[in-house]
């Protein structure tokens, strides 16, 4: 796609930024029980996409190892994840959502998903409508980071 070169481009493309930055913020101040982002982020990655070494974990997140591995630490000592041995690799481990880490991202997920239910049902049905029609192009955006 190319770079938006004429004012109202770059105006269109603001506003998206903002926008999407803006909601973003809000989804996440609520529903977070006391963990930091980073922490439900991991904890997500981790109930959604199954056990993973450390180091993969540390590339999907986008952090550095050392950050992660306090991370982990911090989740391991909540009782949100475990450590085990990776039965690929003996020397290795996996890190993998507990049972309460998963209840713990059901309740955030479910706590984000009211709230953007409750700030749809603020807009019109014709705004609605453009927004569901729009929701292919997002996950397309994102797609390779999934």
């Known amino acids: 796609m190319p770079v938006p070169t004429t004012a109202?481009?770059?105006?269109?493309?603001?506003?998206?930024?903002?926008?999407?930055?803006?909601?973003?913020?809000?989804?996440?101040?609520?529903?977070?029980?006391?963990?930091?982002?980073?922490?439900?982020?991991?904890?997500?990655?981790?109930?959604?996409?199954?056990?993973?070494r450390l180091g993969d974990l540390a590339n999907r997140e986008g952090v550095a190892?050392?950050?992660?591995?306090?991370?982990?630490?911090?989740?391991?000592?909540?009782?949100y994840v475990l450590r085990e041995a990776d039965p690929q690799d003996g020397r290795a481990s996996l890190v993998k959502a507990t049972p309460e880490g998963e209840r713990v991202i059901s309740g955030v997920r479910s706590t984000r998903m009211h709230?953007?239910?409750?700030?749809?049902?603020?807009?019109?049905?014709e705004q609605r409508a453009a927004l569901a029609a729009a929701v292919?192009?997002?996950?397309?955006?994102v797609a390779e980071d999934i």
């Open 8 to 52: 109202a481009e770059v105006d269109e493309t603001t506003r998206l930024y903002l926008a999407v930055g803006r909601l973003s913020r809000i989804l996440r101040r609520s529903g977070s029980p006391g963990l930091g982002q980073g922490s439900i982020s991991a904890l997500a990655t981790l109930v959604y996409n199954g056990p993973m």
């Open 65 to 79: 190892p050392p950050t992660l591995s306090r991370i982990v630490a911090a989740l391991v000592e909540s009782g």
């Open 115 to 125: 709230e953007l239910q409750n700030r749809l049902a603020r807009l019109t049905e």
């Open 136 to 141: 292919p192009a997002l996950e397309e955006l």
